[in-house]
């Protein structure tokens, strides 16, 4: 089955600079890759996706890049702000299979 | 539209007991899947339910069970609780062929 492994686990960055957070993928088949935010005690929101005959999606402050090649996708922000910290979860699913396998989570702290 | 909600919020069970866990899914969505998050770790999937009927299962036992009912709601039931079972259960909802999942804010299980 699939894994997704996530890269780092904790990262700080002051306000202001950028954030990149890797994550690697072991199943060729997987073509869907989201990226989830979960704040303390509330439900992991989604904040962009990318499929596979994508390489780079960007939605304001947010990119996420994708190498299919090298099985691995990445999720940059920019101009980090205070609320930018939270825990951020990337994960991959197939074609048509909508069951999620999730990294196991990076916990950003955003440093004013 | 009306989003993904699941009730009870937090509950506390002891061990042996059963327990079941709700969910409503998104408005217009007819495919829901059930998470297990345990404690600093990514969502694991539990199984889906699509026309009322399993619809794929992660590595859980049987004593965990679901259901799916005609409005789309659905059911998670755990038998025989253990304490290790004492985690967040997220439910998503989505659009059957479409990968994009939505999630509830959870229910938090608490094993004693």
């Known amino acids: 089955g699939e894994n997704v492994e996530q890269h780092p686990s904790t990262l700080s960055v002051q306000e202001g600079d950028s954030a990149v957070i890797k994550c690697t993928y072991s199943d060729s088949a997987s073509n869907y890759f989201p990226w989830y935010k979960q704040e303390l005690g509330k439900r992991p929101q989604l904040i962009i996706d990318i499929r596979s005959n994508v390489g780079e999606k960007k939605d304001q402050r947010i990119a996420v890049t994708l190498n299919k090649t090298a099985k691995h996708f990445s999720l940059h922000i920019t101009e980090t702000q205070p609320e930018d910290s939270a825990v951020y979860f990337c994960?991959?699913?197939?074609?048509?299979?909508?069951?999620?396998?999730f990294g196991t989570g990076t916990r950003l702290t955003i440093i004013p | 539209e009306t989003g993904v909600t699941q009730s009870p919020t937090h509950l506390i069970k002891t061990r042996g007991q059963q327990v079941t866990l709700r969910c409503s899914s998104q408005?217009?969505?007819?495919?829901v899947s059930w998470y297990q998050q345990a404690l600093g770790q990514g969502p694991q999937f539990i199984f889906q339910y699509y026309r009322e009927e399993e619809n794929g299962r992660g590595n859980f036992p049987p004593r965990f069970s679901g259901l799916q009912f005609p409005n789309y709601s659905s059911e998670l039931n755990v038998n025989a609780l253990e304490l290790d079972d004492s985690a967040l259960y997220l439910c998503a909802s989505s659009l059957q062929g479409q990968n994009i999942q939505y999630f509830g804010a959870g229910t938090r299980l608490s094993v004693l």
């Open positions: 994960a991959a699913s197939g074609f048509g299979n909508e069951k999620l396998t």
């Open positions: 408005s217009g969505h007819n495919t």
